[in-house]
């Protein structure tokens, strides 16, 4: 049976351990490396020793081949298995027998090992002989910062919480490897480039460059920056139809209207504004964040022309869309914001397009125009929408327009509750996930719990679980929403549909429609099931 | 009333000298008040720390009750800001506890500062500010009474003409041990005016025990101590034990120590000051009374019959004995056999 790992996520907090199959030294993996370029790697491993370890160590237990497995069906978990497998590998003289055991920072050098000197073994284990063990929480302290989960990961490396063990506050801190960076064309350059303009910048609305720390021996660096509990891209997509409440994305509107006035102050242009780079803080302060593609004008230069643009295509201005050699960079930020604010309030994006090419070249063809519903909705917000998406940079508004605009100086009327801040990893109070990991150094004798195994099995069983729940909770949901506004025939069925017996055709639509939602969903829960009612072995 | 002119204050002792801020005691020539004068350079690039102060002087201003310090007066001469305070002869409760009273203040004379702190908190929650860092260095006292001071970490609930019911946001680094569970946490949630009554409760064992709680230990220990609900308790005869280490040997080495624990196991705290730091230390805040249902409590009862006047006397008594203490002390109440002096000559003329 072969692994096909869909995805590598390291938020899934569990270690991973390659046993031997029923009998033979030679395995093979065979191993997906990331969900999005569909790579699939074969590692042969020839080195796969079973040699007999000298002392048993007490927290690895031994796991013989996990009969029980049964075998991944379809879908698999989320691991970085390349990783693990040339672990065995690579750890020659394992701790154990047949199992060799990982950790992050080990999975990391394996990274490079595998990949960057070209190893061109490939290898393939069986799903069921993947035990993962639930990960310790070993405390990590960087300078003064003691790290807590991740937050999230890109193509630069992870982000993780972290807290100042001086002073209590809760940062987040951007690691970034050499090595990730190397591979990334302008990658260093970027970053140097963006902390240069985070030290620059100290505004309410901008997010706080607080420390950057360097790491020779392991060819890091980290940015601690201020804590964000959450991005508006988040809160959209766990909003029911996608869309916040005007009034709610007037707040965030303004917000963002004055932390670009500082930024512009600044001579800095973003290029990159969208709902996934503004954060928000506990107290739901804005926070304009990723400097990445960001731009910072000469000291001496005339006006704010710029050559060059990198940002998301869906917020990118006519005259980039365009490929226009220059265009004036402030009002770059104007168009993007006005597209983001026109997602924030609708849901909907002015200009759409099946792929980046055509959705270019409607941005670049001609002066959108507000749909007759955007007026009836708020005529005056449809009116700043209309003078923030002009396709003439020069008759674009400029920030102290927007700022004299009679939506923007409006209260618009709290029209019922504001969507909420989603819950980060299922604690929807937010709690420092730094916290397990004091505790475990403070107290770790007494915290000494049994050790938590589960296989592939259980993983796609819990993930299969939570789709199931998941999707019938949407259709829950729907099924409420037409029961509310239209009490036609068809309610029946869906309610029928409620308890999970019934799919009827109608269902199935609806599904399919929302199945990437929901696939999005059980990705994310991937990183937050409850081991506990897993099998141990 | 007050000049804005430098040249009509004397400035007869410099209390601290800091790199932001010094705080002097002087004399106000014109009408002949000791006054105290806190001193902050502009020259100083830290707009953080200014932008504090304007705060707090924004936030005192609009206070007026008679346990919040007041400030009399603030203006700029050359790049210094000066705010002006009402003497209090005593200064702060942490020189008391520095000074005189090493293993703590007596419990009545808690109780009576605690009534006018919560007078003041009372006061000040009611008009939705939230006070943030009651510490025992933020209580001042005269002869007459106690009063809160230090404004810097203060915040309303009320912003841009909206209340909020909750506030969010992390406490200055030296004030941690102090801080409420909920406020360490950072979360979601918040944290309401309660994290002062908390702030109440670790002050009351800071000043009955005579230690900074904490004061030995990690942060990051204190947070998760903290979260786990465990705090600190009085030390008296029934609970100096928890001090003890496994093998039942006292802990510290050093002798000072050893004789405060000595005291600890000798004298006795009532069941309703235990009671009192009980509640105001509930790791729960809603559980958390009210600063105006704790001014009900049964620890105020010992009131009644008592004042901060008779305690100071009595300590007067003390450190005719003493000679070792700080200069401030023996200042402070030289000070106040004189503003007592003259109220009782003050109060002869009434009679007359």
Not at chain 1, 105 to 134: A, K
Not at chain 1, 264 to 271: A, E, F, L, N
């Amino acid at each position: 049976m072969t692994v096909t790992v869909t995805s590598t996520t390291h938020a899934m907090e569990a270690q991973v351990k390659a046993t031997a199959g029923g009998g033979g030294g030679e395995q093979q993996h065979d191993v997906d490396l990331a969900a999005d370029d569909e790579i699939t790697v074969l590692l042969t491993n020839k080195n796969f020793h079973f040699d007999a370890p000298s002392e048993a160590d007490e927290a690895f237990v031994e796991l013989n081949g996990g009969g029980g497995g049964g075998g991944g069906g379809g879908k698999s978990a989320d691991m970085d298995l390349e990783a693990a497998i040339g672990g065995a590998h690579y750890h020659e003289p394992a701790e154990h027998p047949q199992v060799t055991w990982l950790d992050d920072d080990e999975i990391d050098t394996l990274d490079r090992v595998t990949l960057d000197i070209g190893n061109m073994f490939f290898n393939r284990v069986d799903s069921q002989d993947i035990i993962y063990q639930q990960k310790k929480k070993n405390i990590k302290m960087v300078d003064k910062y003691v790290m807590g989960d991740v937050l999230g990961e890109g193509s630069y490396g992870k982000v993780k919480e972290a807290m100042n063990s001086e002073n209590l506050c809760r940062l987040a801190v951007k690691i970034l490897t050499k090595r990730k960076l190397r591979r990334i064309p302008n990658g260093e350059q970027n970053v140097t480039r963006e902390i240069h303009l985070l030290k620059q910048l100290k505004h309410k609305n901008v997010v706080q460059l607080v420390d950057v720390l360097y790491n020779d021996e392991k060819q890091k660096m980290y940015l601690v920056m201020e804590y964000c509990i959450g991005g508006l891209q988040e809160m959209l997509d766990h909003a029911p139809d996608k869309k916040m409440p005007l009034y709610q994305a007037h707040t965030y509107f303004q917000q963002l209207v004055n932390g670009l006035e500082h930024l512009h102050s600044c001579r800095i242009i973003h290029k990159d504004i969208k709902p996934g780079n503004l954060l928000l803080t506990l107290d739901q302060t804005l926070k304009i964040s990723d400097f990445g593609v960001a731009e910072q004008l000469d000291l001496f230069a005339p006006d704010d022309t710029c050559t060059t643009g990198q940002g998301s295509p869906a917020f990118q201005p006519p005259e980039i869309a365009n490929g226009h050699e220059t265009f004036a960079g402030f009002k770059v930020d104007i168009w993007s914001s006005g597209v983001t604010l026109y997602n924030l309030a609708t849901g909907l994006y002015p200009f759409e397009g099946d792929n980046i090419y055509r959705l270019l070249e409607n941005i670049g063809r001609s002066q959108w125009v507000a749909p007759d519903w955007l007026y009836e909705l708020d005529a005056a917000f449809a009116n700043l929408i209309l003078g923030m998406l002009q396709a003439d940079p020069s008759a674009r508004l400029s920030l102290q327009q927007i700022r004299q605009d009679a939506w923007f100086l409006s209260a618009p009327a709290v029209t019922g509750p504001p969507i909420p801040i989603p819950p980060l990893k299922g604690d929807k109070y937010g709690r420092s996930s730094v916290l397990p990991y004091l505790e475990a150094y403070h107290y770790g004798n007494e915290q000494d719990q049994e050790d938590v195994y589960f296989t592939e099995h259980d993983v796609n069983q819990e993930l299969a679980r939570r789709a199931a729940s998941a999707a019938a909770e949407i259709r829950k949901s729907a099924a409420a929403n037409a029961a509310c506004h239209l009490y036609e025939p068809s309610t029946s069925a869906e309610a029928a549909a409620e308890s999970g017996l019934a799919n009827g055709s109608l269902e199935e639509t609806r599904v399919k429609k929302k199945g990437s939602a929901i696939k999005r969903r059980a990705k994310k829960i991937v990183s937050c099931i409850k081991l506990s009612h897993c099998r141990t072995s | 009333m007050f000049s804005s002119s430098l040249s009509d204050y004397q400035f007869t002792k410099l209390f601290k000298n800091g790199k932001f801020s010094s705080v002097y005691k002087a004399n106000h020539t014109i009408n002949n008040r000791v006054i105290v004068i806190k001193k902050f350079t502009l020259e100083e690039e830290n707009d953080e720390a200014l932008k504090k102060l304007f705060a707090e002087i924004l936030c005192c201003r609009q206070f007026n009750h008679p346990n919040i310090n007041k400030i009399l007066h603030s203006f700029i001469s050359d790049m210094d800001v000066y705010v002006l305070y009402p003497y209090m002869c005593f200064g702060t409760c942490q020189i008391l506890l520095d000074s005189i009273f090493i293993n703590g203040l007596p419990e009545t004379l808690i109780a009576l500062i605690f009534k006018d702190v919560l007078s003041a908190l009372m006061y000040i929650h009611s008009n939705d500010f939230v006070h943030g860092s009651v510490r025992a260095h933020h209580i001042l006292l005269d002869s007459q009474r106690a009063v809160l001071s230090n404004f810097h970490e203060s915040r309303s609930f009320i912003k841009h003409g909206k209340k909020k019911n909750v506030l969010h946001g992390v406490s200055q680094m030296k004030n941690l041990n102090w801080a409420a569970p909920e406020v360490l946490d950072q979360n979601i949630h918040g944290f309401t005016e309660k994290c002062d009554i908390y702030s109440v409760g670790i002050t009351a064992c800071e000043l009955a025990n005579g230690i900074q709680p904490y004061i030995e230990t990690q942060p990051t220990l204190m947070y998760t101590e903290k979260i786990r609900g465990n705090v600190p308790s009085l030390l008296d005869r029934s609970t100096y034990t928890m001090l003890l280490d496994d093998q039942g040997k006292m802990p510290f080495e050093n002798s000072t120590r050893r004789r405060s624990f000595e005291v600890y196991s000798q004298r006795v705290l009532s069941e309703d000051f235990h009671q009192f730091a009980e509640i105001c230390l509930n790791r729960n805040a809603e559980n958390r009374w009210s600063a105006k249902k704790l001014m009900t409590h049964a620890f105020f009862k010992q009131c009644r019959h008592s004042s901060i006047s008779d305690h100071i006397k009595k300590c007067r008594t003390d450190l005719q004995h003493n000679s070792s203490l700080d200069d401030e002390v023996i200042i402070g109440l030289q000070d106040e056999q004189q503003t007592e002096r003259r109220g009782n000559s003050d109060h002869v003329q009434w009679n007359f």
